[in-house]
């Protein structure tokens, strides 16, 4: 039985993953709570944005999403080939289509956004579109290699990234997420 | 006999990786406006109770962090054909729901007092009543969403993986856009209704 594989196998006890778990969702709350105190610090930028507030949970959770989706196939694919080499295509392509995927959901967040926000307060904001598309590219675009390598090298060090890259994941695409944002809104409006 | 998923998949191509993720990204950004409608119907109390709009990334975080986490170790036991058909009867399964969900409420109960210190650093006034609505609601939040998800992604993970599809490609999209979509609606009408 493989090394790793067996480790993984060991550490399903509520002794080691409770740790793993609690640690993670720390980070993941500090995480949280830094993203929240940005949105706090910027509410006056987004404010006067008509219908900001429908775009911005759909930005930050496709964003979450796909690097949450990425990493998980990364680690099974691992698990299963553990000599995989990192700059094979099995790779190339989970991240293309983390970049691919990310200004797809941008494109129909931003659509989705300027519609709502019409029917909502019957004021047509294309620049929501705009918004869309580009903070979704440049998160996604920031993010991608960052996961895939902490995916990998979690595994390799014998933890198991499941437990830990989904706090990881949703923390930094929140706080990257509202950083972007705020850039991007700054320099439309 | 169902179909073994991953199979192949060092030939995995990008066309596929696509296809099998489009619709839950699709669905996933879809549904989490829902939330953002709900946000935006309480906009002018949202921008005025700091505590509230500092909260809901974290919260909204850790709700979609623990359907994640149990989607996820379903996926990894079912590859290591330690889930039964009938998951109920699994000790691993039932062990860790329990854990998640007194680890849930201990951390709601850290947001909570948390954002409500960084919102009085910020400038705004605190009074009991508020702070005593506020931990109360984020606790009954808290309980409710984790119980909902852990049944709908150990059901939806056992169906998806039994009928030979990858719930890496499907659950953890749906699941954690499920819970943003949950905890902000539901946050939304507790804040309509108590503040």
């Given at each position: 039985m493989h090394h790793h594989l067996k480790r993984r196998l060991v550490s399903e006890t509520a002794r080691h993953y409770i740790p793993e778990i609690l640690s993670g969702q720390l980070f993941s709350i500090i995480g949280g709570l830094i993203a929240g105190w940005l949105l706090a610090y910027f509410r006056h930028s987004f404010e006067?944005?008509?219908g900001f507030l429908v775009l911005l949970p759909g930005v930050i959770d496709s964003t979450g999403n796909i690097q949450g989706s990425l990493s998980a196939r990364l680690n099974h694919t691992v698990l299963r080939w553990?000599?995989?080499?990192?700059?094979s295509g099995v790779w190339q392509n989970n991240r293309l289509a983390a970049y691919i995927l990310s200004g797809l959901a941008g494109l129909i967040l931003g659509l989705a956004g300027v519609a709502v926000s019409y029917a909502l307060y019957?004021?047509?904001?294309?620049r929501l579109l705009y918004i869309g598309i580009i903070s979704c590219l440049i998160i996604n675009t920031l993010l991608t290699p960052f996961v895939a390598f902490l995916t990998r090298r979690l595994f390799e060090r014998g933890h198991d990234p499941d437990n830990l890259m989904g706090p990881i994941v949703t923390s930094l695409g929140d706080i990257t997420g509202i950083v972007v944002l705020a850039a991007t809104v700054f320099l439309l409006f | 006999m169902p179909k073994i998923f991953g199979q192949q998949p060092v030939k995995e191509s990008l066309r596929q990786i696509i296809r099998e993720n489009l619709f839950p990204v699709i669905f996933g950004a879809s549904i989490s406006m829902i939330g953002g409608i709900g946000l935006s119907l309480i906009e002018s109390k949202l921008y005025f109770l700091l505590p509230v709009l500092i909260t809901i990334p974290a919260l909204a975080d850790m709700v979609g962090d623990f359907s994640t986490i149990i989607a996820s170790k379903s996926v990894a036991l079912i590859e290591q054909k330690?889930?039964?058909?009938?998951?109920?009867?699994?000790k691993v399964i039932l062990g860790l729901s329990f854990n998640m969900l007194w680890i849930a409420l201990f951390y709601s109960m850290i947001i909570g007092f948390a954002a409500l210190a960084i919102a009085y650093f910020q400038g705004f006034s605190l009074d009991g009543l508020f702070v005593v609505k506020f931990v109360l609601i984020l606790g009954l939040i808290n309980i409710v969403m984790v119980l909902f998800l852990i049944v709908f992604s150990i059901r939806v993970g056992s169906l998806v993986a039994y009928h030979g599809?990858?719930?890496d490609n499907f659950l953890i999209p749906i699941t954690t856009s499920i819970a943003d979509v949950g905890v902000l609606l539901l946050f939304s009408l507790m804040v309509y209704l108590f503040f």
């Open positions: 006067p944005v008509v553990p000599k995989l080499k990192k700059d019957q004021e047509l904001n294309i | 330690k889930l039964p058909r009938h998951w109920e009867h699994s599809h990858d719930p």
